[in-house]
């Protein structure tokens, strides 16, 4: 019965194991944005500083400290989620980041939900009917969309839907009333299921093929059970484990990627646009803490879903 | 993965037109660093938006320079972002790989194991930016921060591939025979492994040359030169106006490009690995870990 472990035992081991990674990953954000970062005392200083003044300010920031030191202290601050004022509008980064993140979610949810759920579908369906006409167009669907990039997707659709047949408004945001949002919500809606769809597409697919060569599977449909219960019951359960892998770690990503270029485009303003902005103008403490929050939340990410699949497949726990 | 319905004569056909088309795109380079053309895609050689005609085959963009001759120009310079990054990081994640993969579940496999999931967990996109910000006025800055995202797929690949090849006669014999680790690894392993690192090579051009238009596009990529990304970068802010002509062209070229690569790609996995053809997945494929498959899949872009 036990591959590996108790599953209390493995989520100890797996929960201490994303030690190591949290700390790998906010070394690497501290080095670029912090250590080898344009040099902040500068932004405090005045016109034609003299070498005292400069000193008293580095002093103020602990800049004379120990790299370790202050690495040590900016790993306190992550921790009580302190990252100080944003350097270009002095409002408190944490604020920030809590005014803009539900615009992010609102804009980019339902691309991403409707995005795998239709690449769940048309995969599955592909699957059981290998060679069919739909399996032949997701072939060229997953080819096509793997060649494109979403920063076209977005100005193409925007062109189209946009511009030319004037549907939907070109950019900007609004959220008061379901209407204004479905009108702004939809253009990135489209972009980003157009995006995604080829690789996971192809993923979904090659998952399902897999377990649809399974001997029980071959078994069941070869006893003519029913296509409903074969989906449900097996394929989509045996199935889980590398699909919710892959679906849960790409929403970190995904929601840097996908808002950092439909918010900068469309003039949204959720955490893209104050990353994108920040971006250009060297706004070193907003950077640090998009930075380091998402790479933490790609640790937790890839740690839950591991809990998930311990879960649901006691082989997983060993090793 | 890709499904074989059709007979292999037409799959060969396919091939022949993707690689024809790669090595097409390749002379348009080779054109352009050598000086036949391509080299006045600076130059104001005409009025503001133009329309196409003999003399500017696409147009002219807003400040009057030749599109064509842009366009010819950033298929050089998709070749000089993608090559040196492919190159450098299949080469980087086939050392790491594989010395993680002989040492596997020693200190040091660990170690480099540890690096592999760090790098992985810091958002590409991000971490380009931060590079370009730690390192202003440095122009390969974007080519560092791929060459430093994009090494770990390989080199995860090629850690599982180490393993595997590890247990096989001829390792053991060239144990017995008294070679050390490190040749075992450069002369017997990593050799084997040269397939792999071809796809890999492919796909991690593929993905440099996307990456590239999207940082350009965020206005965080070349400096001072032309590229299919900066030509979109521009169609971005003219597309309200009307004006479409460098969104199609720059993203045709990059759309058909990447799709042959891409191409070529499938058919040399699908060669190299018959587990992958549909008709015999199955039983052989089942991964020990299924649920780490899905992390690995893709280069960590898009």
Same mark, same amino acid.
């Given at each position: 019965?036990?591959?590996?472990?108790?599953?209390?035992?493995?989520?100890?081991?797996?929960?201490?194991?994303?030690?190591?990674?949290?700390?790998?990953?906010?070394?690497?954000?501290?080095?670029?944005?912090?250590?080898?970062?344009?040099?902040?005392?500068?932004?405090?200083?005045?016109?034609?500083?003299?070498?005292?003044?400069?000193?008293?300010?580095?002093?103020?920031?602990?800049?004379?400290?120990?790299?370790?030191?202050?690495?040590?202290?900016?790993?306190?601050?992550?921790?009580?989620?302190?990252?100080?004022?944003?350097?270009?509008?002095?409002?408190?980064?944490?604020?920030?980041?809590?005014?803009?993140?539900?615009?992010?979610?609102?804009?980019?949810?339902?691309?991403?939900?409707?995005?795998?759920?239709?690449?769940?579908?048309?995969?599955?369906?592909?699957?059981?009917?290998?060679?069919?006409?739909?399996?032949?167009?997701?072939?060229?669907?997953?080819?096509?969309?793997?060649?494109?990039?979403?920063?076209?997707?977005?100005?193409?659709?925007?062109?189209?839907?946009?511009?030319?047949?004037?549907?939907?408004?070109?950019?900007?945001?609004?959220?008061?009333?379901?209407?204004?949002?479905?009108?702004?919500?939809?253009? +990135?809606?489209?972009?980003?299921?157009?995006?995604?769809?080829?690789?996971?597409?192809?993923?979904?697919?090659?998952?399902?093929?897999?377990?649809?060569?399974?001997?029980?599977?071959?078994?069941?449909?070869?006893?003519?059970?029913?296509?409903?219960?074969?989906?449900?019951?097996?394929?989509?359960?045996?199935?889980?484990?590398?699909?919710?892998?892959?679906?849960?770690?790409?929403?970190?990503?995904?929601?840097?990627?996908?808002?950092?270029?439909?918010?900068?485009?469309?003039?949204?303003?959720?955490?893209?646009?104050?990353?994108?902005?920040?971006?250009?103008?060297?706004?070193?403490?907003?950077?640090?803490?998009?930075?380091?929050?998402?790479?933490?939340?790609?640790?937790?990410?890839?740690?839950?879903?591991?809990?998930?699949?311990?879960?649901?497949? +006691?082989?997983?726990?060993?090793? | 993965?890709?499904?074989?319905?059709?007979?292999?004569?037409? @799959?060969?056909?396919?091939?022949?037109?993707?690689?024809?088309?790669?090595?097409?795109?390749?002379?348009?380079?080779?054109?352009?660093?050598?000086?036949?053309? $391509?080299?006045?895609?600076?130059?104001?050689? $005409? #009025?503001?938006?133009?329309?196409?005609?003999?003399?500017?085959?696409? $147009?002219?963009?807003?400040?009057?320079?030749?599109?064509?001759?842009?366009?010819?120009?950033?298929?050089?310079?998709?070749?000089?972002?993608?090559?040196?990054?492919?190159?450098?990081?299949?080469?980087?994640?086939?050392?790491?790989?594989?010395?993680?993969?002989? %040492?596997?579940?020693?200190?040091?496999?660990?170690?480099?194991?540890?690096?592999?999931?760090?790098?992985?967990?810091?958002?590409?996109?991000?971490?380009?930016?931060?590079? @370009?910000?730690?390192?202003?006025?440095?122009?390969?800055?974007?080519?560092?921060?791929?060459?430093?995202?994009?090494?770990?797929?390989?080199?995860?690949?090629?850690?599982? #591939?180490?393993?595997?090849?590890?247990?096989?006669?001829?390792?053991?014999?060239?144990?017995?025979?008294?070679?050390?680790?490190?040749?075992?690894?450069?002369?017997?392993?990593?050799?084997?492994?040269?397939?792999?690192?071809?796809?890999?090579?492919?796909?991690? %051009?593929?993905?440099?040359?996307?990456?590239?238009?999207?940082? @350009? %596009?965020?206005?965080?990529?070349?400096?001072?030169?032309?590229?299919?990304?900066?030509?979109?970068?521009?169609?971005?802010?003219?597309?309200?106006? $009307?004006?479409?002509?460098?969104?199609?062209?720059?993203?045709?070229?990059?759309?058909?490009?990447?799709?042959?690569?891409?191409?070529?790609?499938?058919?040399?996995?699908?060669?190299?690995?018959?587990?992958?053809?549909?008709?015999?997945?199955?039983?052989?494929?089942?991964?020990?870990?299924?649920?780490?498959?899905?992390?690995?899949?893709?280069?960590?872009?898009?």
């Amino acid at each position: 019965m036990k591959a590996g472990e108790s599953l209390g035992r493995y989520a100890l081991h797996r929960v201490l194991g994303i030690v190591p990674l949290l700390l790998g990953v906010t070394l690497v954000s501290f080095t670029l944005t912090v250590h080898f970062g344009p040099d902040p005392a500068w932004e405090q200083l005045g016109r034609n500083p003299t070498s005292a003044q400069i000193e008293q300010v580095r002093t103020e920031l602990g800049q004379d400290k120990h790299f370790l030191l202050r690495y040590g202290d900016y790993l306190a601050r992550i921790a009580r989620l302190d990252f100080g004022p944003a350097f270009a509008s002095g409002e408190p980064v944490g604020e920030l980041l809590a005014r803009t993140a539900p615009v992010t979610l609102s804009l980019l949810t339902p691309g991403f939900v409707l995005g795998v759920a239709l690449a769940l579908l048309l995969a599955l369906a592909a699957a059981w009917h290998p060679r069919s006409r739909l399996d032949r167009f997701c072939d060229l669907a997953s080819a096509g969309s793997m060649s494109l990039s979403l920063v076209i997707i977005v100005i193409g659709l925007q062109a189209v839907l946009g511009v030319w047949l004037d549907w939907f408004p070109v950019r900007g945001w609004r959220s008061d009333g379901p209407m204004m949002y479905l009108q702004h919500v939809t253009i +990135p809606t489209l972009a980003l299921i157009a995006a995604n769809l080829g690789y996971n597409l192809r993923f979904f697919r090659a998952v399902f093929r897999d377990v649809l060569a399974d001997a029980p599977v071959r078994t069941a449909r070869a006893y003519g059970m029913p296509a409903r219960h074969i989906a449900t019951g097996y394929v989509l359960r045996a199935a889980a484990p590398p699909i919710l892998t892959r679906v849960l770690v790409a929403i970190p990503l995904l929601l840097i990627s996908g808002s950092l270029i439909i918010e900068s485009h469309f003039g949204i303003p959720g955490m893209g646009r104050a990353t994108w902005n920040a971006i250009l103008s060297g706004d070193q403490p907003v950077l640090m803490a998009v930075v380091s929050l998402s790479s933490i939340l790609f640790v937790l990410a890839l740690a839950a879903t591991d809990l998930l699949t311990a879960l649901l497949d +006691p082989r997983s726990r060993g090793a | 993965m890709t499904s074989r319905p059709r007979s292999s004569a037409a @799959s060969r056909h396919g091939e022949r037109i993707a690689l024809a088309t790669v090595l097409a795109y390749m002379l348009v380079a080779v054109g352009v660093w050598i000086g036949a053309w $391509g080299g006045e895609w600076a130059a104001i050689s $005409g #009025e503001m938006r133009e329309p196409p005609s003999t003399q500017h085959w696409l $147009g002219t963009n807003r400040l009057g320079q030749d599109l064509f001759e842009r366009l010819l120009a950033s298929a050089a310079t998709a070749f000089e972002v993608g090559l040196p990054v492919a190159l450098a990081s299949v080469l980087i994640g086939a050392m790491i790989g594989g010395v993680a993969g002989y %040492f596997a579940r020693r200190p040091i496999d660990n170690v480099l194991s540890w690096l592999i999931g760090t790098i992985d967990a810091v958002p590409f996109y991000l971490f380009a930016a931060a590079m @370009s910000f730690a390192m202003q006025g440095f122009s390969g800055a974007m080519h560092l921060a791929m060459i430093l995202s994009f090494w770990t797929l390989t080199a995860r690949l090629v850690r599982t #591939e180490t393993i595997r090849l590890k247990q096989r006669e001829f390792v053991f014999a060239a144990r017995v025979s008294g070679l050390n680790a490190r040749r075992i690894l450069v002369r017997h392993i990593l050799p084997n492994t040269a397939p792999l690192l071809l796809v890999q090579t492919s796909l991690v %051009f593929v993905a440099a040359i996307k990456a590239e238009v999207v940082l @350009s %596009f965020l206005g965080i990529g070349l400096q001072d030169s032309i590229s299919w990304g900066i030509m979109i970068a521009e169609a971005g802010q003219e597309i309200l106006a $009307g004006h479409y002509m460098n969104l199609v062209s720059a993203s045709l070229a990059l759309f058909v490009l990447v799709l042959s690569i891409n191409q070529l790609a499938d058919r040399l996995q699908d060669r190299l690995d018959p587990r992958s053809r549909p008709n015999t997945a199955g039983a052989t494929r089942r991964l020990r870990h299924p649920a780490r498959s899905g992390t690995i899949m893709t280069i960590r872009t898009s």
